[in-house]
């Protein structure tokens, strides 16, 4: 295919550099520096896609991010990404594009069929067709909505690009690398500045890049290219093209996504495909510059209807024409600037201007040239299906309101030009209440909220001279205010084109006998008459009536619908625009690749992994690993085949019958130091804590000041002011932080310390009845013997020369010892201690053997202490001081928490002592009656026992104390399950305790 | 993001610190009696004030300290900063 659209020696693209590409599986050609937009165009390709409801053939209606038709499905280095505006993907070499809301095909879509019965589909069409029968909803109407809508395929593969976040600070962060944005910057830069500079586009200048002015001898675009090429060189400047800065969040911090390598048909290697920018600024310069906004009338949204400065974007930037055959309508100079591109390209263009009879230099050169100029006159419809081919044309009336006789013009496009809508979504969103200019009909910025100051064209300014000046001054202001200095860089000369005023006209009326479509927002088919069904229907918050007709909703937010919208709504209610408001702009400005949101914190990256010093050890023997919190921690170690179930079960019976050393690492360990630590430690824990001897461990549990269990775990006295405390694995963090928040803010006079040891001890648990024979040959130097390190008892020994803590506590209900040695030896405590232990049988266990052991023995943990039971609903009432004051001892009177029928731990056992018993399960006197069936109580957590060889549970149970020995059933709708069980003792082994003191 | 000055370490981003609550609350004496109105207050009944109000922050991934914030509810303002034991004005 040759680009017959393409002209010669016009544009800035590289005609050196040919790329070759596909669209809709057909290989087209473009050249470097082309959009996908820009090549198709150049090509002849008008039709892209499918509209959104009633699948009317889209062509191209802007040339950058305010397009809101031109999005497609893109193929790059064997991914596909949708949601793609052709208008802002720049052309690769290889790039691959598809249609998107067509099927079968982009020229032949059934779907279309939703045109010829758009009567059936009006505003809150949605709301309203979908609704009856019911059952229609999930078995006719979603899948049919399903198919017919969407803007292109997510990808179902995982995502093999990298993506980045970067956080930044600046003096000031300039979003918009337009005049303002370059003028500001300068001054601001020269003047000391940390400055960064941010481009949307690939190309910096915005729209000096396009309009015919002279800025100090030089084009505009020279005069960008100088100033860009002195700034790259500052070193207090950043300056980003291909950056948009998407987000205004609070305190001055912006985001801004960079498409490093969209461009590329590969990403580089060890580059991302796109960073994400946190900068906190401390003042920003919006200058994102305006929109041309459309004029509406029939059928306005036929492939070749586009603005104005798109079409003098892709000539000359692109050197591409958007047709041959050019009509430019516009109520402002704008259009006639559009026109003058093309007359000077030798293309013949017609305008058609809703003015009587405008004077200014820029008409008298239209007229100079020779255009054909109709005054008076409008657009009253484009006809063409695919795209224009001719329009229908008549004069208008002074006050607007009458058209005269219709004629037929041929054309093959339409430039439409109805003024500019400043891009003020960022200042919006800074939280600046923005305030209705009447000379440009359009929102501006008013109230700024934050250090946010908007300039030039997103101002609503447009006259260069004026823009520039003011840029410079803000620029070199706001810099001075930061660095202290003064700077200051003389003024260019700059000549312009005068422009005179516009005319406040926006929609063309329908002809008598004539029922045109005529669209507001593109995106989304909203059409004149969809906004005057939704206000006839009683929708008058301009929020409601967004929501109900999806007006200015969708990837465009929009862009170019908006205003129009407004008019609309304003003139029905006869109220003015202001009165109106405008909808809410919520960042982003433009969609952003949920890959650049989420950065490096996928898969493993999501969350840190923390491996115990033991860790590689566990690797090289078979261990299975679990996460416990941000841990890896060996749930079992396996053996040949056997499965969890049965390696489990092996490694709790040898803890039973032998001895057994679990890593306990992950432990939370707290070390405790002060005069006052007792005294801590006696508010914290619901038991008496000022007795405790040095050398020896106590078993404590503590409240939140609402009465429920936080945590528990043993605390001992290393020495006189002296202590190390032990949280479970997952509460770790947050008993510090509670221990922080009473020292520092509730009783500040206690005079103690706090710090995590969590990492500078690795722990092992040696526990089963040959334990105490092991650490005999562990310590041949100390005293363990029963007398020596009774139970609850404390002591620090040489382990082969390596100083070591021994804790008499168990958690397995045998006799058990925990061993801590300084993190950097715990692999070589560990691996002594299995060594040492060959001769007594010893087995290293996992999380699911200890979990089992506990279980058996009605030892409560996580799934017990859940944030919802109170220390007698644990059995824990007897270690709940009557006589001292604690942290949540107050609540414990609260009459539910004293009823006698409270729920409490207990066992449970299957009559069959076979069935396994679902965790979750509820517990029913009769698993016959009725639903909703009345829940005694719940299954916190089972195991099979290995003293008994059935599966035993715990359960929460409503007035447990008194259901031993009564017969339940346990049900599990989710597993279809029904048991009968009999409730026993949560202490299922060793009821006495007898184990632990052996 | 919010933009805290942490008394101790300056200014910071939100993301280093937790929030606490209410910061004008005041934790009863222990071993003093205590209603059941009073006791309810001060560990359910919060004012969910719209507006410049006291609160507590932990900078827990800085200086570990726990620091009072005078901050605007609706607009996120961030007025002052306390150390714990600087008494609110």
Redesign the interface.
């Known amino acids: 295919m040759t680009q017959s659209f393409r002209l010669e020696n016009v544009g800035l693209i590289n005609r050196d550099k040919k790329l070759s590409f596909k669209f809709n599986g057909k290989t087209y050609y473009g050249y470097e520096g082309d959009t996908l937009a820009s090549a198709l165009i150049a090509n002849g390709i008008h039709l892209i896609g499918r509209s959104f409801k009633y699948h009317r053939p889209r062509g191209f209606f802007g040339a950058g991010v305010d397009e809101p038709y031109a999005i497609v499905q893109l193929f790059r280095n064997g991914e596909t990404e949708p949601n793609i505006k052709a208008t802002e993907q720049e052309l690769f070499d290889g790039l691959e594009a598809t249609s998107v809301n067509c099927w079968p095909s982009v020229n032949f879509d059934i779907g279309a069929i939703n045109n010829f019965l758009k009567i059936f589909l009006p505003a809150g069409f949605y709301y309203k067709t979908f609704m009856w029968p019911k059952s229609f909803w999930y078995k006719v109407y979603e899948p049919f909505i399903r198919k017919a809508a969407g803007l292109g395929v997510a990808s179902t593969k995982h995502d093999k690009e990298k993506y980045e976040h970067k956080?930044e600070y600046c003096d000031l962060l300039i979003a918009g690398s337009g005049p303002s944005g370059l003028a500001s910057a300068y001054a601001a830069a020269k003047n000391g500045a940390r400055v960064i500079l941010a481009e949307d586009k690939s190309r910096f200048g915005g729209t000096l890049l396009t309009s015919e002015v002279n800025i100090g001898n030089k084009s505009g675009k020279e005069w960008a290219e100088g100033i860009i090429a002195e700034l790259r060189e500052m070193p207090n400047v950043t300056v980003k093209n291909r950056s948009q800065v998407f987000g205004y969040?609070?305190?001055?911090?912006l985001v801004m996504s960079e498409r490093i390598s969209d461009h590329l048909p590969k990403t580089k290697k060890f580059h991302p495909k796109q960073k994400l920018w946190?900068i906190?600024a401390k003042e920003v310069l919006i200058s994102s510059g305006s929109i041309e906004r459309p004029i509406v009338f029939g059928n306005n949204d036929t492939p070749g209807v586009m603005l104005s400065s798109a079409a003098k974007e892709y000539l000359k930037v692109y050197g591409v024409l958007v047709g041959r055959n050019p009509l430019v309508f516009t109520n402002n100079d704008s259009g006639y600037e559009t026109a003058i591109e093309f007359k000077k390209n030798g293309i013949d263009p017609i305008i058609l201007d809703t003015r009587k009879n405008p004077q200014s230099e820029i008409v008298d050169e239209a007229k100079n040239l020779g255009i054909n100029i109709k005054f008076s006159h409008v657009v009253v419809a484009a006809q063409g299906y695919k795209k224009v081919k001719s329009a229908d044309i008549a004069m208008i009336s002074d006050d607007k309101e009458q058209i005269g006789a219709v004629e037929s013009i041929k054309c093959d496009c339409i430039c439409v030009s109805g003024f500019w809508t400043p891009t003020i979504h960022l200042a919006s969103q800074s939280?600046n209440k923005t305030k209705f200019n009447e000379d440009i009909d359009a929102f501006v910025p008013g109230v700024s909220?934050q250090n946010e100051t908007t300039l030039g064209a997103a101002n609503g300014s447009y006259n260069l001279d004026e823009t520039l000046k003011s840029s410079f001054e803000t620029g070199y202001e706001l810099s001075k205010k930061i660095t202290k200095k003064d700077n200051k860089i003389s003024f260019p000369n700059i000549v312009e084109k005068k422009s005179t005023k516009h005319d406040k006209f926006w929609c063309v009326p329908l002809p008598k006998g004539k029922n045109y479509k005529r669209f507001l927002d593109f995106q989304n088919d909203v059409a004149v008459s969809d906004i005057e069904i939704a206000l006839k229907e009683g929708y008058r918050s301009i929020e409601h009536v967004k929501r109900y007709t999806t007006l200015g909703m969708a990837t465009d937010q929009g862009k170019t619908s908006n205003l129009n919208g407004l008019q609309l709504v304003s003139n029905i209610e006869n109220k003015v625009v202001p009165a109106i408001g405008h909808t809410t702009f919520r960042p982003p400005y433009s969609p952003v690749s949920i890959g650049a949101i989420v950065g490096r914190e996928v898969g493993k990256n999501s969350k840190p992994t923390r491996r115990s010093p033991m860790h590689s050890w566990h690797e090289k023997n078979n261990a299975v690993f679990v996460d416990a919190g941000v841990w890896l921690r060996p749930r079992y170690y396996k053996q040949g085949d056997e499965n969890l179930f049965e390696g489990s079960k092996r490694e709790a019976k040898n803890v039973r019958t032998n001895v057994g050393v679990c890593d306990v690492t992950t432990l939370g360990k707290i070390d405790i130091k002060g005069p006052d630590a007792a005294e801590l430690l006696n508010?914290v824990y619901t038991n008496a804590w000022l007795k405790l001897p040095v050398g020896k461990a106590r078993y404590g549990v503590m409240l939140r000041?609402?009465g429920i269990v936080m945590d528990d775990g043993t605390t001992t006295r290393i020495s006189e002011n002296h202590y190390h405390m032990t949280t479970t694995t997952a509460q770790a963090a947050n008993v510090l932080?509670h221990l922080?928040?009473y020292l520092?803010?509730?009783w500040?006079e206690l005079n103690v310390n706090v710090v995590s040891t969590t990492e500078q001890w690795a722990g092992a648990a040696i526990a089963g009845p040959k334990s105490r024979d092991l650490l005999q040959k562990l310590f041949p130097n100390s005293d363990v013997s029963n007398v020596g390190l009774p139970f609850m008892g404390y002591m620090e020994a040489d382990l082969f020369g390596i100083k070591a803590r021994i804790f008499r506590i168990s958690f397995s209900g045998e006799l058990a010892y925990e061993v801590n040695v300084e993190s950097d030896n715990g692999n070589f405590m560990w691996e002594k201690i299995i060594e040492v232990g060959q001769e007594f049988k010893i087995q290293p266990y996992g999380t699911e053997a200890l979990s089992t052991l506990r279980i058996e023995m009605g030892h409560v943990a996580g799934s017990e202490l859940d944030g919802r039971t109170i220390p007698y609903d644990n059995s824990l009432e007897g270690l709940v001081s009557k006589k001292?004051?604690?942290i949540g001892k107050?609540?414990l009177t609260?009459d539910a928490f004293t009823a006698e029928d409270r729920h409490k731990v207990v066992g449970v056992v299957p009559l069959d002592k076979k069935t396994s018993i679902p965790e979750g399960s509820h517990l029913v006197k009769d698993s016959n009656a009725p639903l909703p069936n009345p829940k005694l109580g719940y299954i916190s957590a089972s195991c099979w026992s290995v003293e008994y060889d059935n599966p035993f549970s715990l359960a929460i149970l409503k007035d447990g104390k008194n259901m031993i020995g009564e017969k339940l059933f346990v049900m599990s709708p989710l597993k279809n399950k029904v048991i009968p069980v009999e409730i026993v003792s949560s202490h299922y082994v060793d009821p006495k305790g007898e184990r632990v003191r052996s | 993001?919010?933009?805290i000055k942490c008394p101790h370490c300056g200014m910071r981003?939100q993301n280093e610190f937790?929030y606490?609550g209410d910061a004008s609350v005041k934790?009863?004496e222990?071993?003093k009696e205590?209603s059941?109105q009073d006791?309810d207050n001060?560990?359910?009944n919060r004012k969910s004030l719209r507006g410049k109000h006291w609160e507590?922050w932990?900078h827990?991934s800085g200086c570990?300290?726990?620091i009072k914030v005078e901050r605007d509810t609706a607009?996120?303002e961030?007025f002052d900063t306390l150390k714990?034991?600087e008494e609110i004005s």
């Open positions: 956080y969040y609070d305190h001055n911090m946190y906190r939280g909220k508010r000041e609402d932080s922080e928040y520092q803010l509730v500040p001292k004051d604690f107050r609540s609260r | 993001m919010l933009h981003s937790s606490g934790r009863p222990l071993n205590i059941d006791w001060f560990v359910y507590l932990q827990l570990r300290q726990w607009t996120h961030i714990a034991n």
